[in-house]
Structures are given as C-alpha cells and as structure tokens.
C-alpha cells in the first residue's frame, strides 16, 4: 500500500513539473516575442520621427 502511494505521488510530482516547465517556456517565450516586437516598432517609430525633424 506505501509502495503504491509512494509511485502515485512521484507520478503527480512528475506531472506537476513538466506542467509547470511547459508554462514558464510559455510565458517566457511569449515575453520575449513581444519584446522583441516591441523594440523593432519602437525603433522605427524613432527613426521616422527624428529623419522627420531634421531639415
């Protein structure tokens, strides 16, 4: 009956992680991308503004 008990939570345990892994890469990757995207907008909007403002 322990041994039993002992692999259901290691099996849970185990779940429990790879979900977890598999948000963090999630979250992660989805802040980086906008980030990213974030940075290329920003430096376009500041090189159309600053080659606007010269004469």
């Given at each position: 009956?322990?041994?039993?008990?002992?692999?259901w939570?290691?099996?849970?345990?185990?779940a429990a992680l790879l979900a977890?892994?598999?948000t963090l890469l999630t979250?992660?990757?989805?802040?980086y991308?906008?980030?990213s995207?974030?940075?290329?907008s920003t430096a376009s909007t500041t090189t159309a503004t600053s080659?606007?403002?010269q004469p």
């Open positions: 009956m322990d041994d039993t008990l002992d692999r939570i290691q099996r849970v345990t185990l977890l892994t598999a979250v992660g990757m989805s802040l991308a906008s980030d995207k974030a940075g290329t080659s606007a403002t």
